[in-house]
T-cell receptor
Framework: GENVEQHPSTLSVQEGDSAVIKCTYS??????FPWYKQELGKGPQLIID?????GEKKDQRIAVTLNKTAKHFSLHITETQPEDSAVYFC???????????FGKGTTLSVSS | KAGVTQTPRYLIKTRGQQVTLSCSPI?????VSWYQQTPGQGLQFLFE???????NKGNFPGRFSGRQFSNSRSEMNVSTLELGDSALYLC???????????FGEGSRLTVL
């Protein structure tokens, strides 16, 4: 079955710096790759997603890149702010909206 | 925005007992997915229901079961509880064709 590896497990940056989180997946049939942000005491919330027919997607300070050949995708956050501090999860699925396989998560800390 | 209500938010059980958790998606949303979140294993897919039918199932033992009612409310049951079942159980709905999952805040189960 699908396996998703996520690195790093923790990431500390200064406010204004960029943060990059990387994930690899094993199942070449996966075609949907979302990123979720989880704040303390809350459920995960989708921040951006990408499908396998696209190589890059941006939404303001957040971008995701996908390399299907290498089976890896990355989350890029620019101009980080303290409110970006949270746990970020990557995920993969061969059908959007169901049976997501998540990475173990990255705890991002942004200090001002 | 879609919403999911999970009850109870917190509960404590002892080994060998059974537990039932409830999830109510916002009216009209017919899909419900369940995930288990633990510090060691992260987010793991349990099962998904759509219009009262189980559409997908993760790799969990038969002690974990679920169902969905005609009003889209879903329940999951864990029998013969083990210490390792202590986790945050998250429910999510996927209301549209985008693939975005909307998570509830979860039910935190502690098994003593």
């Amino acid at each position: 079955g699908e396996n998703v590896e996520q690195h790093p497990s923790t990431l500390s940056v200064q406010e204004g710096d960029s943060a990059v989180i990387k994930c690899t997946y094993s199942d070449s049939a996966s075609n949907y790759f979302p990123w979720y942000k989880q704040e303390l005491g809350k459920g995960p919330q989708l921040i951006i997603d990408i499908r396998s027919n696209v190589g890059e997607k941006k939404d303001q300070r957040i971008a995701v890149t996908l390399n299907k050949t290498a089976k890896h995708f990355s989350l890029h956050i620019t101009e980080t702010q303290p409110e970006d501090s949270a746990v970020y999860f990557c995920a993969a699925s061969n059908q959007a909206g169901t049976a997501l396989i998540f990475g173990k998560g990255t705890t991002l800390s942004v200090s001002s | 925005k879609a919403g999911v209500t999970q009850t109870p938010r917190y509960l404590i059980k002892t080994r060998g007992q059974q537990v039932t958790l409830s999830c109510s998606p916002i009216s009209g949303h017919r899909s419900v997915s369940w995930y288990q979140q633990t510090p060691g294993q992260g987010l793991q897919f349990l099962f998904e229901y759509f219009s009262e039918t189980q559409r997908n199932k993760g790799n969990f033992p038969g002690r974990f079961s679920g169902r969905q009612f005609s009003n889209s409310r879903s329940e999951m049951n864990v029998s013969t509880l083990e210490l390792g079942d202590s986790a945050l159980y998250l429910c999510a709905t996927c209301p549209g064709n985008t693939g975005e999952l909307f998570f509830g805040e979860g039910s935190r189960l502690t098994v003593l």
